[in-house]
């Protein structure tokens, strides 16, 4: 089966770095997405990787490693707006979405 | 800023009930996609389609309906509602039929009671 696995929940300090962790099974590849959901709003596009290696978008960077099947998001000089879910997403070789339960990442001040 | 709307934002009705949650974009996108979600879950696939007249199926399609008459509309329909089907219903649009890059409307929530 396709499966894509991320911690359930975690904490982290205001102005601080955090990572989230992806891994996934899927029937072939054709990219992983990272999305953001704030709690009760509809999820926002965040990153795209389909090459090995390191994407940066401002104070988010999302790193793909096809032959581990591992993603990694990396937040900076994180805010309190950081606080929500963040879902990782791999397209299969049938161009079909596969979601993850998400990860809720809380942040302190 | 994306272009896509959910009508009704949030829906209480009675079971057995026929409901229509619409959906519409302005940004000429070919492929709609239909998701639910429960709250702190994974979004599950109902229906998608690549285009006008076509329509698939997704995980939990067995018991609602969609169209696709117009590019820009993407109406869903419950036949008969049950409590089951309490939760949040997101509508989604993407420029080609090949990207995971989506554009979500604001969402319907759903209570049936």
């Known amino acids: 089966g396709q499966n894509i696995d991320q911690p359930t929940e975690m904490t982290a300090t205001e102005g601080a770095i955090v990572q989230i962790n992806c891994t996934y099974q899927?029937?072939?590849?054709?990219?992983l997405f990272w999305y953001q959901q704030h709690a009760g709003e509809a999820p926002t596009f965040l990153s795209y990787n389909v090459l090995d290696g390191l994407e940066e978008k401002g104070r988010f960077s999302s790193f793909l490693s096809r032959s581990k099947g591992y993603s990694y998001l990396l937040l900076k000089e994180l805010q309190m707006k950081d606080s929500a879910s963040y879902l990782c997403v791999v397209m299969d070789s049938n161009y079909q979405l596969i979601w993850g339960a998400g990860t809720k990442l809380i942040i302190k001040p | 800023e994306a272009d896509i709307y959910q009508t009704p934002r949030y829906l209480v009705i009675g079971t057995g009930k026929k409901i229509t949650l619409e959906c519409s974009q302005t940004m000429g996108h070919d492929k709609m996609y239909w998701y639910q979600q429960d709250p702190g879950m994974e979004l599950h696939l109902i229906h998608y389609s690549y285009g006008v007249n076509s329509t698939e199926k997704g995980d939990l399609s067995s018991e609602s309906t969609v169209s696709r008459i117009r590019t820009e509309h993407f109406p869903l329909t419950l036949e008969s509602a049950r409590p089951s089907h309490t939760s949040q219903y997101l509508c989604?649009?993407?420029?080609?039929?090949?990207?995971?890059?989506?554009?979500f409307g604001e969402g319907s929530r759903l209570t049936v009671l």
């Open positions: 989604a649009s993407s420029y080609g039929q090949d990207t995971g890059e989506l554009f």
């Open positions: 899927t029937s072939g590849f054709n990219g």
